[in-house]
């Protein structure tokens, strides 16, 4: 079945530090791929998301491409800020389980300054 | 804010008792999705509604039911509760099912089982 699968956290950088958060997923069918992120106290918001292989979603500086052969999408930032600890999670969408989402675990940032 | 509305934000209850938590989507929106989350579990998928009617089951136990009324608004029952079931219950919302759509998360329910 489908899955998402990202790194363990939590994830500790300093202040424009370079991040790499690594997502990778099973699918059955030709999925969407999106990145979510909850601040402290609050839901999940899109944080950006691609529909098609090669497709690079980019939001607020952070970036992530879809790469169908490695089936992966991995979020990047080249500069992180205090602002961005949050928890960020990995989801795609199937259309061929009727466009289920499935969510990874979620990966825990602190940014120190 | 995402425009998806839930309510109540707190909720305290003892074993035993049940619930009900309150959802409305996103204006426009025909899809209705729940989630649990929970320290141990992460993020796990209920029950999806589209228009009105049931689409997907996920993690959900029997003792939880849910509907979604015609004005599209949808209600989650928790019912014999139990100390376990305490976790942050999401409603998320989106226009259709379609490929690539988005979904949009309300700012969720905390149940506390005492």
């Known amino acids: 079945g489908d899955s998402v699968t990202q790194m363990e956290g939590p994830v500790t950088l300093s202040e424009e530090a370079f991040l790499t958060i690594n997502c990778t997923y099973t699918?059955?069918?030709?999925?969407?791929l999106f990145w979510y992120v909850q601040y402290p106290g609050e839901g999940l918001q899109l944080l950006l998301k691609?529909?098609?292989?090669?497709d690079k979603g980019s939001n607020k500086g952070f970036e992530a491409t879809y790469r169908k052969e490695t089936t992966s999408f991995h979020l990047e930032k080249g500069s992180v800020q205090v602002s961005d600890s949050a928890v960020y999670f990995c989801?795609?969408?199937?259309?061929?389980?009727?466009?289920?989402?499935?969510f990874g675990t979620g990966t825990s940032l602190t940014v120190i300054p | 804010d995402s425009g998806v509305t839930q309510t109540p934000k707190h909720l305290i209850t003892a074993t035993g008792q049940r619930v009900t938590l309150r959802c409305s989507p996103r204006?426009?929106?025909?899809?209705v999705y729940w989630y649990q989350q929970s320290l141990d579990q992460g993020l796990q998928f209920l029950i999806q509604?589209?228009?009105?009617?049931?689409?997907a089951k996920g993690n959900i136990l029997e003792r939880f039911s849910a509907q979604q009324f015609p004005d599209l608004h949808s209600e989650l029952n928790l019912s014999s509760l139990e100390l376990g079931d305490s976790a942050l219950y999401f409603c998320?919302?989106?226009?259709?099912?379609?490929?690539?759509?988005?979904?949009?998360f309300g700012e969720g329910s905390w149940l506390t089982v005492v």
């Open positions: 998320a919302s989106s226009r259709t099912m379609a490929f690539g759509n988005t979904i949009y």
């Open positions: 691609a529909t098609k292989a090669d």
């Open positions: 699918a059955t069918g030709y999925p969407s």
């Open positions: 989801a795609l969408s199937d259309r061929d389980t009727g466009n289920q989402f499935y």
């Open positions: 509604y589209y228009n009105g009617e049931e689409r």
């Open positions: 204006s426009g929106d025909l899809s």
